[in-house]
């Protein structure tokens, strides 16, 4: 019987909740309902396909995380697609039999959860098991979850903010023409709010006229953060004005202003960090756990010589009278004067501190628009340097803005974009700021031919740069790039912008090997009948999949296609997609479900992620959010 209140009903497999570390593990199906109020399971009659006694329910306003789980190697294959449902007990884990139920039923418990409190930001991508969560190692049970929640979709981490509720379905062609993208939402909930302490990670020189200075390592104090990408704050000495919100970091625990400080990484992530640094005495501080107001300091060494190295972890110790120490008889009033005390001295420890190895970014990060204000840039300001190529809209050249600044320049061509159209969504476009997308800086609007002036990437296109630039790349450099690409991606769907042009001729790579996505959006203003028609010499046809191809429906699915043909043009080096073949033969192949052979330099589990983004139908593809999920699992294990 389906009461009239049930959301959803289905018979999952679902796991024992492992309350205490020796009961054992089972699985069991059940017949789980979703109400606005509860999800409960019940025992079932198989035979007589009767609901029988209710086994037990969790209220929908004590969930805290709904999140797929990531299969187990050898997982029986009715348990291929688990999910978890996260409250005060832990976790609750189900298993449901296709991809698409369990997309439906965490699309479905994310609506009734969305405005819950205490909303996870993290969570836990495998399971809890034999008293230890198999992603990260951690063995409490209540230890925060190591990885972010990606998605602001789904009005998930977004509940502060004037929340951006998903589409149910994916857009008409009609409703796509009409639908304007929303404004975007800012980066990953941050935590900041008006009066907060923060410190600056990065210098910051005002370029408009509003903004504020930033040193690095110094303390401001907010004042409004109306605007995600540009908050008002004021310095020590009263200096009050703009500065780019990515530009600075919550002062918690008087630590932030070390470089060898990194916060919110775990213990496998610090071997990471220092495994690729591998330089003997590398070392940095950490989080012992989450919410545990302990430090931990990671060294690596080479004992010996050796080219391999290991990791050894010093929990930092407090003693009866507040003193630190990490070997006793050596103890100090602070943390820093610990770190300093040892980087002179081994005093029990492997090896002395030598080499701080960081996990902020050199480079400081590109700011949303040239100062806080404006997008409309004086061309008087802008010099030309050289031609860096030729694109769809004319010339792109390097220079440099104010003298200081490195600037992409495009000149459109006149008669080449629909320029008002292209003007009113710059200012929405201005507004999208992520570390892999390319910064769009401004526009010079009041002369022709108009200018669009972005972030400068000194490697130029990732094409090329595939074919050309590259020596023998390892697996771990081709699944980083498309890691990157991912994340880009991510920020885009979740900010429902369809980029329509997915494909490696429209990324670019920075001087120390980051991919960022270029031109997003930007076909919608191309006047070009070879380009805008899907029969047109120059319409994407190898990046496209069946329903842009025969209706042109674009969504953030399409992109997912795009994005599996990128991952594709990477593992090849670049080769062009389908080679043999024309366009009208693709259309042909691809409807009747031919893909894209494994690439060589691609196992089979990258091969699938290439795969699970062509599936025939749209919905049952990945997101960009689980993709990267996906992705950084892989890369984990490498
Ligand atoms: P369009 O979008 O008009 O087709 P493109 O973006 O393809 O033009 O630019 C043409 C070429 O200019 C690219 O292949 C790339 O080599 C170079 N280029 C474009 N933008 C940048 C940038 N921001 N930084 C460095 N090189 C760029
Ligand atoms: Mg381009």
Known sequence: MNMPDNILEEIFIKRSQQKKKTSPLNFKERLFVLTQDKISYYDYDVDKGKRKGLKGYVDTEKIKCVAIVLPDDNTPPERLYPFQIVYDEGPLYIFAKSDQVRK????????????????????????????????????????????????????????????????????????????????????????????MTVIAEYEYTPMASHDLELRKDEEYTLLDINDPNWFRARDKYGNEGYIPSNYIAQALNGLEKYDWYCKNINRSQAENLLKTENKDGGFLVRDSGKFTGKYTVSVFTKVGGETVGNCRHYNIC?????????????????????????????????????????????????????????????????????????????????????????????????????????????????????????????????QRPIYIVTEYLANGCLLNYLRDGLQNPTGIMLLEMCKDISEGMTYLEANQYIHRDLAARNCLVDT????????????????????LSSAGSKF???????????????????????????????????????????????????????????????????????????????????????????????????
């Open 512 to 531: 120390n090997g980051t991919i960022k996505v270029t031109d997003f959006g930007l076909s919608r203003y191309v006047l070009d009948d070879e380009y």
């Open 318 to 446: 407090v003693t009866a009278q507040d003193q630190f120490y990490l070997a006793e008889n050596h103890n100090f009033s602070t943390i820093p004067e610990l770190i300093i005390y040892h980087q002179h001295n081994a005093a029990g420890l492997v090896s002395r501190l030598k080499h701080i190895v960081s996990n902020r970014t050199e480079h400081a990060p590109s700011t949303a628009g040239l100062g806080y204000g404006g997008w409309e840039i004086d061309p008087r300001q802008l010099t030309f340097i050289r031609e860096l190529g030729n694109g769809q809209f004319g010339v792109v050249k390097y220079g440099k803005w104010q003298g200081r600044h490195d600037v992409a320049i495009k000149m459109v061509k006149e008669g080449s974009m629909s320029e008002d159209d292209f003007i009113e969504e710059a200012k929405v476009m201005m507004k999208l700021c992520h570390e892999n997308l390319v910064q769009l800086y401004g526009v010079c609007t009041k």
């Open 540 to 638: 994407p046809v190898r990046w496209s999949p069946p329903e842009v191809l025969l209706y042109c429906k674009f969504s953030s699915k399409s992109d997912i296609w795009a994005f599996g043909v990128l991952m594709w043009e990477v593992y090849t080096m670049g080769r062009m997609p389908y080679e043999r073949w024309n366009n009208t033969e693709i259309v042909e192949k691809i409807s009747t479900g031919q893909r894209l052979y494994r690439p060589q330099m691609a196992n089979e589990r990258v091969y699938s992620i290439m795969m699970s983004c062509w599936h025939e139908r749209a919905d049952e593809r990945p997101t960009f959010q689980e993709l990267v999920v996906i992705i950084k699992d892989l890369l984990f294990n490498m």
């Open 104 to 195: 439906q039923w965490i699309r479905e418990l994310k609506n009734v959860v969305q405005s819950n409190k205490d909303l996870m930001q993290k969570f836990h991508p495998r399971f809890w098991e034999d008293g230890m969560w198999k992603c990260c190692k951690q063995e409490d049970k209540k230890a925060m979850g190591c990885r972010v929640m990606e998605s602001k979709n789904g009005g998930f981490l977004n509940r502060d903010n004037k929340s951006i509720s998903r589409k149910p379905l994916p857009p008409t062609p009609e409703e796509e023409k009409l639908s304007r993208p929303l404004p975007p939402q800012p980066p990953v909930s941050s935590g900041f709010s008006v009066g």
